[in-house]
């Protein structure tokens, strides 16, 4: 099956904002930045109706990178109530998973340097 890189089309507004899609595979929304898909029926449709677009896979960056990136933000949607970095947006700005340890580990590297 075929697999291609979407992200919600930016100029497509619901309710005042840029639209949200769910990934039907796990119902979570696709990251504004897009995602590797499957190329099923539902992602035609979605194409289709122009609630996607496609593109080209941004570059990725490294854990390191991500978790400065997300620090620097300093704002809700890439921190978590209590202050550190998000996973979901760790793995998003990485290409892979980022699980809570790996991030972990991550900000005791830097709180040494």
């Given at each position: 099956?075929?697999?291609k890189?979407?992200?919600p089309?930016?100029?497509?507004?619901v309710?005042g904002?840029?639209?949200r899609?769910?990934d039907?595979?796990?119902?979570?929304?696709?990251?504004?930045a897009g995602?590797?898909?499957?190329?099923?029926?539902y992602?035609?449709?979605?194409?289709?109706?122009?609630?996607v677009?496609?593109?080209?896979?941004?570059?990725f960056?490294?854990l390191a990178?991500?978790v400065?990136?997300?620090l620097?933000?300093?704002?809700?949607?890439?921190?978590?109530k209590?202050?550190?970095?998000d996973c979901?947006?760790l793995?998003?700005l990485?290409?892979?998973?980022v699980?809570a340890?790996?991030?972990?580990?991550?900000?005791?590297?830097?709180?040494n340097?």
């Open positions: 099956m075929t697999v890189f979407l992200r089309n930016p100029d497509r507004i309710d904002k840029p639209i899609v769910r039907d595979a796990s119902g979570e929304f696709i990251p504004e995602k590797h898909v499957r190329l099923t029926f992602w035609l449709r979605r194409l289709r109706h122009g609630d677009v496609e593109g080209p896979a941004p570059e960056v490294t990178e991500a400065k990136i997300c620097e933000a300093n704002d809700e949607k890439h921190l978590t209590s202050g550190i970095p979901n947006v793995s998003a990485t290409g892979k998973v699980r340890a790996d991030r972990d580990a991550e900000l005791a590297k830097m709180e340097k």
